[in-house]
């Protein structure tokens, strides 16, 4: 495997990584009006995130760096064609942490209930425009090679919202809601459990047509088909797997085959890209691995640096994960109306 294609499925295990842990996160934050009816059930529900949802982002910073580094040509074009979308994800990424730290500081109903409408709306925006953003990755966009050589985006924000990239849109919105209500499961107690249980049962099954719908179109679109078959046979099973753990009751198995699922959409869209990185839709050259990326010397350096850096991170957040696996019930907390700064005197 060249160092090109090396780094490539690198990024792709990142965005993997960030659609499995982000994804539940943003679930969360879009039920949470949903499942939790008085302020311990709001505080329980948030509390399942309180000490996760920020090294779950850590996974987008380092999926954007390794972008950045190893494919530069990519980043720029990204960034630039993908402004806006990119813009309400960074604000709604930004908004979400204020409102995560503010929230618990007073005890006032319409403080809370302001701040936690922030988290829902926060969580929402992100959850449909990673899916039209990814959608519009893998169909392709206009591009134009410009007289100095780099190959820039030409189309404009109304481009990106096509129908085959907001049938991406929802159907990763219905996947994080769902995944968000088998963590929820998972993670809590008392009638929040019973309440996530069957949400994901519910929104589940309108996932599981969403993503027939959407992958089935993205074979439509693809000229190699091979492995794009055989990632969106494992996700139908995934799926399925996934809600029948979850219709009895199975919560760990219902919320590790949603992650499986997760991960293999992640894996056909890819697998249906590479090797390209932004196919064109106008007659000329595109991105790919090759004019897309650094310098053999550069991905060279950086791959020394993510085989020591990464078993870190893994075992880091691993350990973070096992310290705060067990349930949160709404019983435990004592004073849910009270404030952290009403205290003060």
Do not use: C
């Not at 990814?134 to 129908?163: C, D, H, M, S």
């Not at 459990?193 to 069957?198: E, G, P």
């Not at 993205?218 to 088909?225: D, E, P, V, Y």
């Amino acid at each position: 495997m060249s160092l090109n294609s090396f780094w490539f499925v690198i990024i792709a295990v990142l965005w993997i990584g960030y659609f499995i842990l982000e994804g539940f996160d943003f679930g969360v934050g879009i039920l949470l009006p949903v499942v939790a009816k008085n302020q311990a059930e709001r505080r329980a529900v948030l509390t399942t995130l309180g000490p996760l949802w920020d090294g779950n982002e850590v996974w987008l910073l380092v999926a954007g760096g390794a972008t950045f580094a190893a494919f530069p040509e990519w980043y720029a074009t990204l960034f630039s064609g993908f402004y806006l979308p990119l813009f309400l994800i960074l604000l709604s990424l930004i908004v979400r942490g204020v409102a995560f730290e503010y929230r618990s500081k007073y005890g006032s109903d319409k403080w809370r209930s302001r701040w936690d409408l922030a988290i829902t709306i926060a969580s929402f925006l992100p959850a449909l425009l990673w899916g039209v953003a990814f959608a519009n990755i893998v169909r392709g966009v206009p591009l134009t090679k410009e007289p100095a050589g780099y190959i820039q985006y030409t189309g404009g924000f109304w481009n990106l919202l096509n129908p085959y990239a907001l049938l991406g849109g929802l159907t990763t919105l219905a996947l994080f809601v769902s995944h968000g209500a088998f963590f929820l499961a998972l993670k809590t107690d008392g009638e929040i459990r019973v309440r996530a249980n069957k949400l994901g049962q519910r929104v589940g099954l309108v996932t599981a047509l969403l993503a027939v719908l959407f992958l089935g179109w993205t074979l439509l679109g693809l000229t190699s088909k091979g492995g794009v078959i055989a990632g969106s046979v494992a996700v139908v099973v995934a799926w399925l797997t996934a809600l029948a753990a979850n219709a009895k009751g199975r919560e760990g198995y219902a919320f590790l085959f949603s992650a499986i699922a997760t991960a293999a959409v992640v894996i056909t869209l890819f697998t249906g890209l590479y090797p390209n990185v932004m196919p064109n839709l106008n007659a000329g050259p595109g991105l790919n691995i090759f004019n897309a990326s650094s310098t053999h010397y550069t991905l060279g350096v950086m791959t020394w640096v993510a085989v020591v850096m990464t078993p870190i991170v893994l075992l880091y957040q691993g350990w973070s994960y096992w310290v705060f696996r067990k349930r949160i019930n709404p019983n435990q907390i004592s004073t849910p109306e009270v404030g952290v700064l009403d205290t003060v005197h």
